[in-house]
């Protein structure tokens, strides 16, 4: 039996899929195998197989903060965002919310019931999984600021582990450095409000964000955290880099901390070399070490 037949009794499973259809940037090589995983106990199958038969693995969610590698992966990526999204609402305003749920939606959802607590979220394209991972936030607000604890499987193991145990920080978690274990489920602390008030307050975010940001183009949202000193976005303004452009990558004329794959040309290596001379300039003009935000794929 092939590994493609074993994977299916599990998963949907596409075979030498290109990463440019899965990613906001539009960019990437093609992956062995792409999978959606058909529940939580056929992901653990999945990686079972996955273990057996040694191809590495990573799993995705929307795509929306990462960059692929050019080159092809002989590998697997994992795609969570088709059935792990059930979500569930406590009467006492706990969210339950699946690793592949919007985190759009999420935001959505509680507004609906009047609680507070993701109007920061309204706008971002990503997953409860993926937000988990990096620390998502926006308005000087974040993920884990709501967060009770999560569900993680690791080490053939399903637990609970608490927000004090996953070393949350400004765009960080102990994920980040634990990239075999995979985040299954969300717990967070919502509070009753006002729904008219959550409902302005997520539609002037969203109509900020829209205005201020290249959403018309291939991106993958804020490439570099904000250092201590000056925003990111003000920093690379004051280098003189706004729409400095390497091969078909550019920095945003509209945003400055935007990388945009401007004519759908661009390269994984035409953004590293982008960051890369942002880099330079920074720390050799200003002595700042820039770091980023975005997920790099390396295979």
Not at 23 to 30: L, Q, V
Not at 153 to 181: G, P, V
């Amino acid at each position: 039996m092939s590994i493609k037949d074993r994977l299916m009794t599990y998963a949907e499973v596409l075979e030498h899929e290109s990463m440019k259809k899965h990613s906001t940037f539009r960019i990437g090589g093609c992956v062995d195998y792409y999978i959606y995983p058909k529940n939580c106990t056929a992901l653990m199958c999945v990686l079972e197989i996955l273990a057996q038969e040694n191809i590495p693995y990573y799993v995705l969610g929307r795509g929306s903060n990462i960059l692929c590698s050019d080159t092809d992966f002989h590998g697997a990526i994992i795609n969570l965002d088709r059935t792990l999204n059930d979500f569930y609402f406590e009467p006492d305003g706990v969210l339950v919310a699946q690793a592949g749920c919007s985190i759009i939606n999420m935001a959505t959802e509680a507004m609906k019931r009047s609680l507070t607590g993701l109007e920061w979220a309204s706008g971002i394209p990503g997953s409860i999984g993926g937000c988990l991972y990096m620390n998502a936030g926006a308005y000087k607000d974040n993920i884990a600021n709501h967060l009770i604890d999560v569900c993680v499987l690791k080490d053939n193991t399903i637990c609970w582990m608490k927000k004090d145990e996953l070393d949350y920080a400004y765009r960080h978690s102990i994920f980040q450095s634990h990239k075999d274990w995979t985040i299954l489920v969300g717990r967070f602390r919502l509070d009753k409000g006002n729904q008219s008030d959550i409902r302005d307050l997520m539609n002037s975010r969203r109509e900020r964000r829209m205005s201020a940001q290249p959403l018309d183009k291939p991106c993958a949202g804020s490439v570099f955290r904000n250092p201590e000193e000056i925003p990111a976005w003000k920093l690379i303004e004051n280098l003189g880099l706004r729409g400095y452009k390497i091969g078909g990558a550019m920095v945003s004329e509209k945003h400055c901390n935007f990388i945009v794959n401007d004519d759908m040309t661009a390269t994984a290596q035409d953004v590293r070399d982008l960051i890369h001379e942002i880099k330079l300039r920074a720390k050799k003009e200003y002595n700042i070490d820039m770091v980023t935000e975005v997920e790099q794929f390396y295979w």
